[in-house]
T-cell receptor, first 112, second 111 residues
Framework: DTAVSQTPKYLVTQMGNDKSIKCEQN?????MYWYKQDSKKFLKIMFS???????INETVPNRFSPKSPDKAHLNLHINSLELGDSAVYFC???????????FGQGTRLTVV | AQRVTQPEKLLSVFKGAPVELKCNYS??????LFWYVQYSRQRLQLLLR??SRESIKGFTADLNKGETSFHLKKPFAQEEDSAMYYC?????????????FGSGTQLTVLP
């Protein structure tokens, strides 16, 4: 059973489009995250959600919006995509108080 | 603010040689430190954490609070160790706990 799963695995889209990436975890964790891995493999946190409340929001453009329908899901919506948004986006989850994070397989977003 | 620095972007060693991946951190509190590994086209996975003081796949890492370092070491590198390695620090940012990653070191073990 996959612990943290993301869909789609690959996403190619044109500039200006709006897209979503879905993430689900079946570990019963109460905290979920989105990370961006750029072309230089630098990994930066974008958002985290704990019990459906946003608790960390790094300085990302407001074109990016996380949405959590329940604590097992944290989806990432991106409006008006730009070339610079091309990257690999990783979803992760952890249990508050336990700091190990479990990662999804990543979504490679390419904006053309 | 918490920060993790991995000074080496790329590191190549020959099979059987010792390897050390450097990690330094900046954090005002008591940190929890981790090493994550990402094999080619796979997800990030936890390699080891400092509180466990364990050896995983022959790798060890010791937290040196005086030098604020958490270097990853292995006495005899294997080709299957080739991967991207990330040092990470878990600390509190405001009321939330945050996992901050270094920029990563790409390790290549040559035959």
């Amino acid at each position: 059973d996959t612990a943290v799963s993301q869909t789609p695995k690959y996403l190619v889209t044109q500039m200006g489009n709006d897209k979503s990436i879905k993430c689900e975890q079946n570990l019963g964790h109460d905290t979920m995250y989105w990370y961006k891995q750029d072309s230089k493999k630098f990994l930066k946190i974008m958002f985290s959600y704990n019990n459906k409340e946003l608790i960390i929001n790094e300085t990302v453009p407001n074109r990016f919006s996380p949405k959590s329908p329940d604590k097992a899901h944290l989806n990432l919506h991106i409006n008006s995509l730009e070339l610079g948004d091309s990257a690999v986006y990783f979803c992760a989850s952890s249990q508050s108080g336990v700091t190990e994070a479990f990662f999804g397989q990543g979504t490679r977003l390419t904006v053309v | 603010a918490q920060r993790v620095t991995q000074p080496e972007k790329l590191l190549s060693v020959f099979k059987g040689a010792p390897v050390e991946l450097k990690c330094n951190y900046s954090y005002s509190g008591s940190p929890e430190l981790f090493w994550y590994v990402q094999y080619s086209r796979q997800r990030l996975q936890l390699l080891l954490r400092h509180i466990s003081r364990e050896s995983i796949k022959g790798f060890t890492a010791d937290l040196n609070k005086g030098e604020t370092s958490f270097h990853l070491k292995k006495p005899f590198a294997q080709e299957e160790d080739s991967a991207m390695y990330y040092c990470a620090l878990s600390g509190t940012s405001g009321s939330a706990r945050q996992l901050t990653f270094g920029s990563g070191t790409q390790l290549t073990v040559l035959p």
